[in-house]
């Protein structure tokens, strides 16, 4: 067995101490919660709960009963029912950044907003990524109306996409027609509780605040069995403390009382213990996705949820800068490697420019690679036939060369891997030949050849009827009449 | 025909034990050699070098189908001469005088041989006039040099100075490679052809062995 390459940025006293300081905040400070259904369900069972002022005080035994009946591990599947995740343990999965304003035109290279035509032409493209495990809803189509512009994306990820889908709704109203659209894909209750097809992401509002949507989506989700991921998003110096310590008391406090609203509402509920939080750069005042410190809290938060014993998510291999450009690269690049070698289970951000909020087709092709040589990074180094080392160097001496050994000829593909063509490895008179084509360019020409390659999902006839019939319903029920017009391959 | 197909299939799958018996059978049913060699053998290879220029196929898979591709000439070889037909041409290949690499120019040397040609390689540190005068000895239509070294290079001009002094540059093509030349130094210095790599290296080959028929 290969000894499985690892990050660890805390040592165990520390982590134990930042655990305790945040148990502390919970039952001392605790948390907002606009939501008076999660407040009674907290109440009823032991929280100290001020209902006029929507304030909660956990207890350090609902912390323990909460910790105790989450989920270690859970399992995705795609629209066909295909297992294609396993959250356990180090192993790791990538997934688009989500819910984007806008898309980076290759053609015009300008940030423009999208509409439905990208949207397809991203599902298109993310079916050959192969590395990328699941679909996101990844940028937010503005041809339709904002009302129901979360379950449209849903929508269209399921009847285009085969993977599974990283998603979340923007009111609580949406949360019924996202829910049955899975249960069209499933074919019923029990199959999609058995087989989840999506997580949701939920996020508590820093600091320590859960609002009435995102507590209401918890239990929603629990009570249908679909998974959540709590994306709780401190920002250093901002809306938490400045040290990356502190910052990691109040995101372990957040989302501890995430776990605490879902397990009270539905025992044993899938959760991934995940996060958003950056550093807050006081020059510029944004809230920088690449910056050295917000992946290191990424990967510490990771360390305690791995301490917990459960499952782990983060936004960590994506980038700041507005174009495919260098620092694109290296912040993603980073991330993702940073973010693999803790174990992060669920690493989000593939694609992602401009602080969560631009989507690039052709920096999802470029990811695409990052995020392959990153998991063969954490295969790490194992013998395979190495020993004794003897005999194949007696081959290469008595041959002059191992380029047609059975040695390498099983061993080849097996070892290194082997990117596709936006990563350059041409000599340089070959490169010339081929057009001197920069990274952009190589990523635009992979971005139409596998728009070019999709194939349709072959998810049921009847079950993409079904998915169509509801989402006109619901688009009706804000006030249109029809949808945008969809290429034809669905 | 559907014998030839098989060859061809054959020896793109590397199979150099498959191909000898399916060059028998072809030539029990009445093919003539020639025919086994350019529909079948070089069919094949020809399949081999576009899978690999795009990368389907990886560098092992063409120097397996190289080997089919010897194992198959073996048989055919010795009746080809007999019924009077020249190989696909003579190669003479070697790493120039003061240059002791050799690793590319080997490579060279086995993608020529799975490309059908006759490979005289006169190894390393090899001087201008050693080049011109296996190449005559040989009757082969191409020289092919290599160099790694910017010092080493102009060896290639001297073999070029001495084919013309020889009258013999329309007879005998040249064609270098190596890290440091380049198309621009191979016109600089009269070279006919410049490979950036070995598929490129018997591309060329191929089109000045065609050019001197």
Known sequence: ?490 | MEILKQIAQCLEAGDDAGVPPLVRQALKQGTVPKTILDEGLIAGMNTVGEKFRVHEIFLPDVLLAAKAMYAGMDVLKPLLISSGVSSRGRVVIGSVQGDLHDIGKNLVGIMLKGAGYEVIDLGNDVAATTFVAAAKSHDARVIGMSALLTTTMPVMKEVVDLLKKENLNGRIKTIIGGAPVSQNYADEIGVDAYGYDCAQAVAGVKKLAAAVR
Not at chain 1, 253 to 280: C, D, H, K, M, W
């Open chain 1, 1 to 490: 067995m290969a000894l499985r390459p690892q990050l660890r940025l805390l040592g165990d006293e520390l982590l134990a101490r930042i655990v305790s300081e945040a148990r502390d905040l919970l039952c001392r400070l605790g948390t907002q919660v606009q939501n008076p259904r999660v407040l009674k369900l907290l109440a009823d069972h032991g929280a100290k709960v001020d209902f006029e002022k929507n304030q909660v005080l956990y207890t350090p035994a609902l912390l323990d009963r909460a910790l105790a009946s989450v989920p270690h591990s859970f399992k995705l599947f795609d629209v066909l029912g295909n297992e294609t995740h396993d959250f356990s343990g180090h192993k790791v999965h990538f997934t688009p950044g989500s819910a984007a304003l806008h898309v980076l035109d290759y053609q015009t290279q300008q940030i423009r907003k999208p509409d439905t035509a990208d949207y397809v032409r991203y599902t298109q493209l993310l079916s050959g990524l192969s590395h990328i495990a699941s679909q996101s809803t990844a940028f937010i189509p503005a041809d339709v109306a904002d009302r129901f512009s979360d379950s449209y994306r849903l929508f269209l990820s399921l009847l285009y996409g085969e993977k599974p889908v990283v998603t979340g709704t923007f009111t609580i109203e949406s949360f019924r027609v996202m829910r049955d659209m899975q249960l069209a894909v499933r074919g019923g209750e029990k199959e999609l509780r058995e087989k989840p097809l999506t997580v949701f992401s939920c996020c508590p509002t820093s600091p320590l605040k859960w609002s009435e949507i995102t507590s209401q989506n918890v239990i929603d989700c629990g009570a249908a069995g679909i998974p959540v991921e709590f994306i709780s998003m401190p920002l250093s110096g901002f809306m938490a403390p400045v040290t990356l310590v502190g910052t990691l008391v109040q995101h372990t406090a957040e989302t501890l009382s995430g776990i605490v609203i879902s397990q009270v509402n539905r025992p044993g509920a899938p959760v991934l213990y995940g996060g958003s939080p950056a550093a807050f750069d006081m020059r510029y005042e944004t809230t920088p996705m690449g910056a050295v410190e917000t992946q290191m809290v990424d990967c510490a938060y990771n360390e305690i949820g791995k301490h917990f014993g459960l499952p782990t998510q983060a936004y960590i291999s994506l980038s700041d800068a507005k174009l495919l450009d260098a620092q694109a690269g290296l912040e993603t690049a980073m991330g993702a490697t940073l973010a693999a070698l803790s174990g992060i289970n669920s690493i989000s951000g593939p694609g992602m420019l401009d602080f969560e909020s631009c989507q690039s087709l052709e920096k999802l092709v470029l990811d695409n690679e990052i995020c392959g040589m990153t998991l063969r990074l954490v295969q790490g180094i194992e013998p395979r036939e190495d020993f004794p080392a003897l005999p194949i160097f007696e081959e290469l001496l008595r041959d002059g060369h191992l380029l047609i050994s059975p040695h390498t000829r099983r061993h080849l593909k097996k070892e290194h891997y082997f990117p596709g063509r936006v990563i350059d490895r041409a000599n340089l008179s070959r490169w010339r030949e081929e057009g001197s084509l920069t990274l952009g360019q190589r990523a635009h020409q992979e971005v139409e050849r596998l728009i070019g390659a999709y194939v349709p999902s072959r998810l049921a006839g009847e079950r993409k009827k079904e998915l169509c019939r509801l989402m006109e319903a619901e688009a009706r029920r804000w006030g249109m009449e029809k949808l945008p017009v969809r290429p034809v391959t669905a």
